[in-house]
Each structure stands twice: as structure tokens, then as C-alpha cells.
């Protein structure tokens, strides 16, 4: 078989396909592109609900026998699976295109999430876990390099912010379906827990078919060489315009000129990393990793929180989730506007700066001993309406400050790297603070998460890009250009 040639060997493509995107309405086709792909938020939402509204099932379950530590572990093993996911799928998104990843991802989430269903153990629970977060991990870079390259530039900040956030409908959903399953009165607890993630297997199904519909990225087909797909694609597209009557504007941006290639050297990819873009690099880790610990920390382990300080029983968890998440939901979708038109630095520097400070007086309000488990879940609501647009926002600002040839493998990495250091232990670590019963400890813990948002805060205010506005080849210019 004849070897691909190396990048500098392939030919030129000048192209006006990035302009003609740009120049789109908003209309049912974004719609779908957002409904389709951004489902995946929906989906880790529910995952991670799952996990912790199922925490007293899983003590309880004949098979499992789970103590405070081990449901802290498994929420480690799925991030952990996630971290490696996203590295990996990263890497392929990349190189063999945005479609053909996010179908592979989904498939292994939904495999994934109906065999935690049918767990036997706890070393077969954790396995299934992890390979459930490797599938949501693929799906962070799979799914959001699409959506970027995909949606107009002066759309692209609440579009993002807000299918981010859908992350808390599966949350809400997620719930819901706890109430349901978990209610000893409807189903034995051994059976309600496996049949919840049975239920995110069956969402997964229809994600699956869901996506039958969608185009692979035009700019990915056009730095790959293949122009005459990538200008079928788009025609297609414009088709569907003109046939709802849209007049489409001509297309204001210039023409660009690439060298297509078959896939990006390492070399290329350090050299962004730490060379041309460490400013941003170093951004996008603060932020990533401020906000994995932040949330991985508390929300993994909310239920054990609200049974070992309020006594609330398994079953009535979901009803405290369910509000969480509807203010979890509503940060995103009352503030994302501003990311476009407030601008990026300014609005990454508020989110992250009121949600660490409202953590600290939500804190020593717990430490204190004033709050019951409704005044608490009011506090979390009121934290996190500002902490889930700053989470959100920086997952947009990783995926959209980077070239289009490493831009999969950006998100990845940064997901990986964020996660790893944020995030990962952080369950594990909060379980262990919640099993000591000693309210000192757990505030040592909500303070740490609340100064490393400040932290956050100070470097988005300083250094982070202002990318509001600007379609994705200015505001980092493609590896290949040859402008």
C-alpha cells in the first residue's frame, strides 16, 4: 500500500468555505447540529447524577457493598476513563475525522453504560464506569471541535455556553429518573439502580440514530485535500437555506489558502503547545483544572453529603439534584449572551470570581451549622448559576483559541490534563472528607475548590483571548495557512 505524503508534499487548496459558514443564519440546521451533538452534555449529566444519587443503592446492593470510599473511587475510575478518552479519541478526531469519532464514541459509551446496569461486583462496576468516561471523554473532542467549526463566530459563545449546560438537563433528567427508580416502593433497590443506567444506554441509542443526519466538518474535509467533499457539503447546506427562502448575504471574509495534510507531526503540536501558544495553553489549563476540582469535587459526592449532614434518604436525593441542576442549567443560558457581546476576558474573569467567592460564604455558612438540606441546596443553586457558565466557558475557550489541525486533540488534552490534576482524585479525596463526619474537615476541602476559582479568575482577567466575534481562523491561525 502506497504511504500517505507527508504534509509539506500536499497541494495547495485556496478556499472560501470558512467564509461562506460564517455568513449563515441561524436556523433549524444549527438546531440539529446542537440537538444531535451537544446531547452529549445531556448524556454526562446523566451519568454523573446516576452515580451520585445511586451512592446509598450501591452501599446497600447484595453484589456491590459499597462503603463512602468505594463510591467516591468509582466516580475516579469514570473521570480517570475520561482523561484517557479524551487523549485518545483526541488524537483520532483529528486525523480521521470529526464523524466517523463521534460515532465510534457514542457506541462505546452506550456499551459501556448498559454493562454498569449489569455489574456483578465492584472490580466490574469500576471497569464499566471507566470505560463509560472513556467513551464521554472521546465525545468532549469529537463532539465540540464539530460544533466550533460548525456555528457562525457571532453565535458561537452562547451556542457553546448553552449546550454545555445542557450537561445539567441531564442532570435534571438524571434526577428524575433516580426518584422513579430508586422509590423502594415501585422497585427493589438492587433493581432500580441497574435499570438507571440501563435508561442512559437507551438515550445513547437514539443519539446514535440522531447523528445518521449530520455532515462531517467542511473545514476538516478541506485541510485534508478534500476539497470537492467539503464543497458538497457546504452546498448542500445552502441548499436547504434557499429552499426556506433565506437570501443568502455574500460571504465578507476573504478567501484562504491551505497545503492540505494527512495528519499534523507531534513536533507541530508541542511546538503550539509550548512555543507559538503557551499563553493560551497555560489559560486553558487554570481554567480547566480550577473548575474539574471545583465540580468533580462536590457534585460526586453530593448525595453522601446531604445523608451524612442532613439524613436525607436515598430516596429524596434526586429532589435536592433536580433543583441543583435547574440553577446549574439557567447560569449558561441567562449569561452566555454576554460571552459575545461583554467579550470573553470580562465575563471569565466575573463567573469564576463570584463563584469562588459565594463558595466561601456558602461554606462557613456549613461550617457553622446553619443551614438545613433545602437552605444548602439553595446555597449550591446560587454558587453554581455563576460556576456553570465560568465550567462551560472554559471548555469553549480551549476548543476555539487553537488551529483547526490540533484543535480535537486540544480539547483532549486539556480535558485529560485538567482533569487529571483537578479533578480525578477530587471525588475520591471529598469522599473521604464526608466519611470523617467532621464538618472542619469538608470546609477545608470547599475552601481549597473556592481559592483555586479566584486563582482562575485573576489569570482570565489578565491573559485570557478575546475571540468574541471572530471566526476560528482569526483567532488562531491554521498550521497549514499559506497566507
Not at 433493581?191 to 443526519?213: P, S
Not at 447560569?331 to 469564576?352: E, K, N
Not at 466557558?393 to 489541525?405: D, G, Q, R
Amino acid at each position: 500500500m502506497r504511504s500517505a505524503a507527508p504534509p509539506e508534499t500536499r497541494h495547495i487548496v485556496e478556499t472560501d468555505i470558512p467564509a461562506r459558514l460564517e455568513r449563515l443564519p441561524w436556523s433549524g440546521f444549527h438546531r440539529l447540529v446542537a440537538a444531535a451533538l451537544g446531547v452529549t452534555w445531556i448524556l454526562d449529566g446523566l451519568e454523573v447524577t446516576l452515580a451520585g444519587s445511586v451512592a446509598g443503592a450501591l452501599r446497600t446492593s447484595p453484589a456491590l457493598a459499597m462503603n463512602d470510599s468505594d463510591v467516591g473511587l468509582a466516580g475516579s475510575a469514570y473521570l480517570a476513563g475520561a482523561v484517557l478518552g479524551a487523549i485518545l479519541f483526541g488524537w483520532l478526531t483529528d486525523g480521521l475525522g470529526r464523524k466517523k469519532l463521534f460515532f465510534i464514541t457514542i457506541a462505546v459509551y452506550l456499551v459501556a453504560t448498559a454493562l454498569t446496569g449489569l455489574a456483578w461486583s465492584k472490580a466490574s462496576f469500576f471497569v464499566f464506569r471507566f470505560l463509560t468516561g472513556a467513551g464521554i471523554g472521546g465525545e468532549y473532542s469529537a463532539i465540540n471541535s464539530t460544533i466550533q467549526e460548525l456555528v457562525p463566530a457571532r453565535y458561537r459563545g452562547f451556542t457553546d455556553l448553552v449546550i454545555n449546560g445542557g450537561f445539567w438537563l441531564g442532570a435534571a433528567l438524571g434526577a428524575l429518573v433516580a426518584i422513579v427508580l430508586l422509590n423502594p416502593a415501585l422497585l427493589p433497590p438492587d433493581l432500580g439502580w441497574r435499570l438507571a443506567f440501563l435508561a442512559g444506554a437507551g438515550i445513547g441509542l437514539v443519539v446514535f440514530l440522531m447523528r445518521m443526519w449530520l455532515p462531517e466538518s467542511p473545514r476538516w474535509l478541506v485541510l485534508h485535500g478534500r476539497e470537492t467533499e467539503a464543497e458538497n457539503v457546504v452546498a448542500r447546506i445552502e441548499r436547504r437555506f434557499r429552499d426556506l427562502g433565506f437570501a443568502l448575504p455574500h460571504a465578507s471574509e476573504p478567501r484562504i489558502r491551505l497545503r492540505a495534510r494527512d495528519r499534523t507531526p507531534i513536533r507541530d503540536v508541542l511546538n503550539v503547545m509550548f512555543r507559538r501558544y503557551r499563553r493560551r495553553a497555560a489559560v486553558g489549563l487554570t481554567l480547566m483544572a480550577a473548575q474539574a476540582f471545583f465540580y468533580n469535587a462536590i457534585f460526586f459526592t453530593y448525595a453522601l453529603a446531604l445523608a451524612k449532614f442532613y439524613h436525607v434518604r436515598p430516596e429524596r436525593v434526586g429532589w435536592h439534584v433536580l433543583m441543583f441542576a435547574i440553577g446549574n442549567f439557567l447560569g449558561p443560558v441567562v449569561l452566555g449572551r454576554l460571552f459575545d457581546v461583554w467579550g470573553r476576558r470580562m465575563m471569565l474573569a466575573l463567573t469564576y470570581g463570584l463563584t469562588g467567592a459565594l463558595m466561601i460564604a456558602c461554606a462557613l455558612l456549613f461550617l457553622d451549622d446553619r443551614l438545613n438540606a433545602f437552605t444548602q441546596t439553595l446555597g449550591w443553586m446560587t454558587v453554581f448559576f455563576f460556576g456553570s457558565a465560568a465550567a462551560s466557558a472554559a471548555y469553549l475557550t480551549v476548543s476555539e483559541t487553537f488551529p483547526i489541525e490540533i484543535r480535537a486533540l486540544a480539547i483532549g488534552l486539556f480535558y485529560a490534563f485538567a482533569t487529571a490534576i483537578g479533578g480525578v482524585a477530587a471525588p475520591f479525596l471529598f469522599g473521604r472528607l464526608i466519611g470523617s463526619g467532621a464538618r472542619e474537615n469538608l470546609f477545608a476541602g470547599y475552601l481549597f475548590a473556592a481559592v483555586l476559582m479566584l486563582a482562575a479568575a485573576v489569570v482570565a482577567g489578565a491573559f485570557a483571548v478575546a475571540a468574541e466575534r471572530k471566526p476560528l481562523e482569526q483567532v488562531a491561525t491554521p498550521l497549514s495557512s499559506e497566507d
